[in-house]
């Protein structure tokens, strides 16, 4: 029988956004697993030729590849240097994102640019150059996967940040619609709460919160997002584009006004939550409590969840 494995990604060229920590980290050393080369982009060159580093060194082949995701002409020259690597590209996470905290009555335009430039902007600057180096090749096509929220469709954080994913999302579905043509796929994720360095400043009484109104019961992780990228980057997703893949342990389900009861203890415990947490830190050379916080990363954050949950010092 031919090779049946439809996740098999050997010989594919790909490439991750914003994956020096977190989610992008997490995506990239997915897709090197599953046998594909993968260039490590991000502003932060230093961290990023770490993680480069560190998937060679569990046996896969990446690049380190410097990019600000909000300049168009930084986006095409790495789209070029990922071609010169690797010679052909078939697979992009747009993930680079930030998030800005502040109320909207007063929010300042200039946050406001930041959240869409990169978010929005970002992701379709980069697509677009994607999209023309797939068109370049022989055969026409590729995989591009953005990543959204469950930002998109619950309102949870500002209306820049929420906007955002929500235009990530309609943008998405356009582009798919648009470049089914070209056999080109674009599809997006949309992860809940996820531990990265973007929550290390979320206070640990928070996360029992979450896992108390998430039906899978744990807080989640970069690795509950390997499985999924790998889908849609694969053969495995070969007939679906434009889909919004929600991945969030049920957390947008749950709309019970009491904390959900459970009768089995959840597939990862609290201790497991933090592992890549801690190891993103260590990477950004961060020091952080045996729950992997740290209220210094993001003050704001810190503060705004002091003041809703009335924590003391
Ligand atoms: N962590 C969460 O709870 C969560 C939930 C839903 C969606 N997301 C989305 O997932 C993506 C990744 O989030 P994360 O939690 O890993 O964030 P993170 O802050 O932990 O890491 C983001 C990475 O992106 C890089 N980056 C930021 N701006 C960039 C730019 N302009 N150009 C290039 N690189 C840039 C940073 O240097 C960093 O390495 C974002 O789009 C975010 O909005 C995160």
Not at 111 to 135: D, H, P, R, Y
Not at 228 to 234: C, G, K, Q, R, T
Request: proline share 4%.
């Amino acid at each position: 029988m031919a090779n049946s494995n439809l996740f098999d990604l050997t010989g594919k060229a790909a490439l991750v956004t914003g994956a020096a920590v977190g989610i992008g980290r997490g995506c990239a050393v997915a897709l090197a697993r599953a046998g594909a080369d993968v260039a490590v982009v991000d502003r932060d060159e230093t961290t990023a030729a770490r993680t480069a580093d560190e998937i060679r060194a569990l046996g896969g082949n990446a690049v380190c590849v410097r990019c600000d995701v909000t300049k168009q002409n930084e986006v095409q020259e790495m789209v070029a240097r990922v071609v010169q690597a690797f010679g052909r590209l078939d697979v992009a996470v747009n993930n680079a994102g930030i998030g800005i905290l502040g109320a909207d009555e007063e929010f300042p335009l200039e946050s406001w640019n930041k959240v869409i430039g990169v978010n929005l902007t970002g992701v379709f600057l980069c697509a677009q150059a994607e999209a023309q180096q797939m068109l370049r090749q022989t055969p026409v096509e590729g995989k591009i996967i953005n990543l959204a929220s469950m930002s998109a469709t619950i309102c949870n954080c500002n209306a820049a940040y929420n906007a955002s994913k929500a235009g990530v999302v309609q943008m998405t579905r356009m582009l798919a619609a648009e470049w089914g043509q070209y056999n080109i796929n674009v599809n997006c994720i949309s992860p809940s709460y996820v531990l990265t360095p973007m929550h290390a400043s979320t206070p640990t009484v928070v996360r029992q919160r979450i896992r108390e109104l998430t039906p899978l019961g744990h807080v989640e992780r970069p690795e509950d997002l390997y499985g999924p990228v790998i889908f849609l980057a694969s053969d495995a997703s070969n007939y679906v584009t434009g889909h919004d893949l929600v991945v969030d342990g049920g957390h947008t389900l749950n709309a019970w006004l009491t904390p959900l009861t459970r009768s089995v203890q959840p597939r990862v415990n609290p201790a497991e939550e933090s592992v890549q947490l801690k190891h993103d830190l260590d990477i950004l050379g961060l020091p952080y409590d045996s729950d992997g916080f740290n209220p210094d990363v993001h003050p704001e954050i810190a503060e705004a969840f002091r003041m809703a949950f009335g924590i003391e010092d």
